[in-house]
């Protein structure tokens, strides 16, 4: 079975740092592609970045470019999200998804939820 | 920018045929995707590649494009269909991933 479990969501300031952690399982991870879309509170869905495990290419929505980087670790299963210079807007629950097929996302975990407040 | 269009609301009765659309440049050239949304859980996708359906998707879900038009179809609309559809594509560099906006549909 499929599993992904986002977690490192929680209160940070205005300018500050967080790095999220997307854990897989359940299929074969090293020839995988993993996104993350955000839902801010009572807002639709956005999509923020994604990454092909295999090569490492990733890519970024242009409203964080700059600010978050993706990455992976094949040894874990495990895909990263570091998050900096967050901003008010970042607020949102993040979710990580499997990414399948002509670049769909099949399988997404229960979300984590960011707050950027002072 | 890329951007995909969708109408704030849809709403039916029990039974009717619920159809919400997504307007974008690139819809021609890169697929349609549509994804479900029930109050405080993660999507679930209806449809991919326009207008192929999922494993357990119910067969009353169909999708469609039309030029630069998408539309998912719900015929015969449940009371447990009720929920946001937001429609998913790419921009044609292939670079760029894009949500519409959503749409709440509800059926009473």
């Known amino acids: 079975e499929v599993q992904m479990l986002e977690s490192g969501g929680g209160l940070v300031q205005p300018g500050g740092s967080l790095r999220l952690s997307c854990a897989a399982s359940g299929f074969t991870f090293s020839t995988s592609g993993i996104t993350w879309v955000r839902q801010a509170p009572g807002k639709g869905l956005e999509w923020v970045s994604s990454?092909?495990?295999?090569?490492?290419?990733?890519f970024y929505a242009d409203s964080v470019k700059g600010r978050f980087t993706i990455s992976r670790d094949t040894s874990a299963s495990t895909v990263y999200l570091q998050m900096s210079s967050l901003r008010v807007e970042d607020t949102a629950v993040y979710y990580c998804?499997?990414?399948?097929?002509?670049?769909?996302?099949?399988?997404w975990g229960r979300g984590t939820l960011v707050t950027v407040s002072s | 920018s890329f951007e995909l269009t969708q109408p704030p609301s849809v709403s039916v009765s029990p039974g009717q045929t619920a159809r919400i659309t997504c307007s974008g440049d690139?819809?021609?050239?890169?697929?349609a995707f549509w994804y479900q949304q029930k109050p405080g859980q993660a999507p679930v996708l209806v449809i991919y590649d326009d207008n192929e359906r999922p494993s357990g998707i119910p067969e009353r879900f169909s999708g469609s494009t039309s030029g630069t038009v998408a539309t998912l179809t719900i015929s015969g609309a449940q009371v447990e269909d009720e929920a946001d559809y937001y429609c998913y594509s790419t921009e044609s560099s292939g670079h760029q991933r894009v949500f519409g906006g959503g749409t709440k549909l509800t059926v009473l």
């Open positions: 990454i092909i495990v295999s090569g490492g290419t990733t």
């Open positions: 690139a819809l021609p050239r890169k697929y």
């Open positions: 998804a499997k990414v399948w097929g002509s670049w769909y996302f099949d399988h």
